[in-house]
Antibody, heavy 126, light 108 residues
């Protein structure tokens, strides 16, 4: 059973870069046809998709964050990572990593998230 | 950009049926997925591809999708079902994931 675990600093200063890593256990990050995503949730608010990566290195990003986001993968470590630059207090949130499960539909691919990591709180403050 | 609209809250008595809607332009042409999130926990997939249930999810959870509305139905609601529920789709026109704003289910 695949499990995901986020790790990284819980406190980041404004204007700096937020860096998080998601470690995948219970299976190889390269096996199967999966994308791997980052999602965040400010306190008391809804879910916001940040972006995703395929093990080939192909990425998709949320247009609202695209200019500040980089997602990378290290298959040798069974990990993928998130970098978010020029952070502000608005980037304070619980950050989740998740596996994208995909299915071919009649006109496009469909994707959903299962499983998720437990989440890690990142606070942006001086 | 594609928008999903959920009611902020739904209340239901134990043993009754809860219906949580997710509205979107021609959402019936998309595949809709639902997540349950309890306080302090990560979201959990409860319905995928409109109406399929992952293993371990009770049959009380079901989904439907047609026209401009997708619906998550929870039958014989229990106190343990109290949580936030989110719908989600993949918007192929912009290659991005879209979440609904979430619905808080209260069990009276």
């Amino acid at each position: 059973q695949v499990q995901l675990q986020e790790s990284g600093p819980g406190l980041v200063k404004p204007s700096q870069t937020l860096s998080l890593t998601c470690t995948v256990s219970g299976g190889s990050i390269s096996s199967g046809s999966y994308y791997w995503s980052w999602i965040r949730q400010p306190a008391g608010k809804g879910l916001e998709w940040i972006g995703r990566i395929y093990t080939s290195g192909s990425t998709n990003y949320n247009p609202s964050l695209k200019s500040r986001v980089t997602i990378s993968v290290d298959t040798s470590k069974n990990q993928f990572s998130l970098k978010l630059s020029s952070v502000t207090a608005a980037d304070t949130a619980v950050y989740y990593c998740a596996r994208d499960v995909q299915k071919k539909g009649s006109s496009s691919w469909y994707y959903w998230f299962d499983p998720w990591g437990q989440g890690t709180l990142v606070t942006v403050s001086s | 950009s594609y928008v999903l609209t959920q009611p902020p809250s739904v209340s239901v008595a134990p043993g009754q049926t809860a219906r949580i809607t997710c509205g979107g332009n021609n959402i019936g042409s998309k595949s809709v997925h639902w997540y349950q999130q309890k306080p302090g926990q990560a979201p959990v997939l409860v319905v995928y591809d409109d109406s399929d249930r992952p293993s371990g999810i009770p049959e009380r959870f079901s989904g439907s999708n047609s026209g401009n509305t997708a619906t998550l139905t929870i039958s014989r609601v229990e106190a343990g079902d109290e949580a936030d529920y989110y719908c989600q789709v993949w918007d192929s026109s912009s290659d991005r994931v879209v979440f609904g704003g979430g619905t808080k289910l209260t069990v009276l």
